[in-house]
């Protein structure tokens, strides 16, 4: 994806659309003794009623839109999540519950490979916060697997009780996240101000609920300012997870680090970036809820708010390891068998699921346990949890 400093020009629809939006974010700041934090602008910029990034119309995920995840690159990655959740599935003989489900690719991909195995659950569960998104799915699978729609039950919130797999593909890296700078002995919240007609970033003393978060990182001290990012929403979402699970595994998929990895002195900016058109670019206050922004999960924060949750850590690997472990070759070498034709396609396929320098180490697995200790195939290659 190419990096850039200019961002082209919306449509004359989409500027109107993003102008609503700056104006709902400016009645905020106002309401807010004139400024709101770098948090709540995220939050409203992408799941904003009817106007966030999320929440609107746009096609925000695959070709014709701004960014492309693993399930839209390929099905090879779907068949692997697929085998491990019929690992689960067959031991807690329980559902799946995908949570943001995208464009629903994932789902007809992990539907139609179970079937193939005889492994259907009763039902496929999706909670996502975006409507838009709920009827891309439903059009999705109404389209490729027309008779395994009925199993497909869209929620509004977490059920009650669940039993079986939770899965989620770039759930993580979607979530607002407080921006913060150290400088010396000082902690700052970056906060949204409106000045000269445009949304600007200040910077003020951390809150103490924000100061001890980052006291807690035990940051290295550095000679010149330290800006990164904290997901303080982490622990009431597992709480939340847990509360719902009675017995089964979460697998989260994402690209992040460990703590250390994370926060090491000479990542000074962060990891904060906004997807336009196929585009990143650094400037999350431009294009308001018109473009994508995200941060890198740091690994270790979601494994301690997991653990704290009365989650166990089962294992943390390289997304390559993942696919590897759950039969990626057996998964290609069947497609190559079936579709000849496309040796050149699936070959690139793998190769952009699996090679370093793709989404291969930079994306992550994690998975968490409850009531469920046997040993997930997915980590059978490498386990790295010790680094958490
Ligand atoms: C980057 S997209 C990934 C979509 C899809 N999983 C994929 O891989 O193509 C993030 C998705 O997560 C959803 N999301 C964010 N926070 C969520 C939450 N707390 N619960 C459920 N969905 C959430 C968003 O609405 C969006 O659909």
Redesign the pocket.
């Known amino acids: 994806m190419k990096f850039t400093s200019t961002l082209s020009t919306p449509s004359p629809e989409a500027l109107e659309h993003s102008q609503k939006l700056v104006q709902s974010i400016r009645e905020a700041i106002q309401q807010h003794q004139g400024f709101i934090t770098f948090r709540d602008y995220m939050e409203k910029a992408?799941?904003q009623q009817g106007l966030g990034y999320?929440?609107a119309g746009a096609h925000?995920?695959g070709q014709s839109g701004d960014?492309i995840?693993?399930?839209?690159i390929s099905s090879l990655f779907s068949q692997c999540l697929a085998h491990q959740c019929q690992q689960v599935l067959a031991e807690t003989k329980g559902n799946l519950l995908?949570?943001?489900?995208?464009?629903g690719?994932?789902a007809v991909d992990i539907l139609l490979t179970l079937e193939h195995y005889d492994s259907l659950p009763e039902f496929y569960y999706i909670?996502?916060?975006?409507p838009e998104?709920k009827q891309r799915q439903h059009h999705t699978i109404a389209q490729s697997a027309p008779h395994l729609l009925s199993r497909v039950i869209w929620l509004e919130q977490l059920p009650q009780h669940f039993k079986g797999v939770i899965l989620?593909?770039?759930?993580l890296?979607?979530?607002p996240v407080d921006v913060f700078t150290v400088q010396g002995e000082n902690t700052y919240e970056h906060q949204v101000i409106w000045q000269d007609q445009q949304f600007c970033e200040q910077l003020n003393p951390a809150p103490p609920t924000l100061q001890g978060a980052v006291t807690a990182l035990k940051l290295e001290k550095t000679a010149t300012p330290y800006t990164s990012e904290i997901n303080l929403n982490l622990e009431g979402?597992f709480q939340a997870l847990t509360t719902c699970l009675d017995q089964g595994v979460v697998l989260l998929i994402d690209y992040g680090y460990t703590a250390s990895e994370y926060y090491h002195p000479d990542r000074n900016r962060g990891t904060l970036i906004c997807h336009y058109q196929h585009q990143v670019n650094e400037s999350p206050l431009h294009h308001v809820g018109l473009q994508?922004i995200?941060a890198s999960v740091d690994f270790t924060a979601v494994a301690l708010a997991a653990d704290q949750a009365g989650f166990d850590v089962l294992g943390y690997t390289p997304q390559a390891a993942f696919l590897a472990s759950n039969q990626l070759e057996h998964f290609f070498s069947q497609q190559l068998a079936e579709f000849p034709e496309q040796q050149y396609e699936l070959a690139q396929q793998v190769r952009l699921l699996s090679l370093p320098s793709e989404m291969g180490e930079r994306f992550k697995v994690i998975a968490l346990g409850k009531k469920y200790c046997s040993h997930l195939s997915g980590f059978s290659l490498i386990d790295q949890k010790y680094r958490l």
């Not at 995840?69 to 839209?72: Q, S, Y």
């Not at 995908?98 to 464009?103: D, F, I, R, S, V």
């Not at 909670?127 to 975006?130: G, K, N, Y």
């Open positions: 992408l799941y999320y929440v925000k995920i960014f995840t693993a399930p839209e995908e949570l943001g489900a995208g464009t690719k994932m909670l996502d916060l975006s998104l989620g593909n770039e759930v890296d979607a979530m979402w994508d995200t």
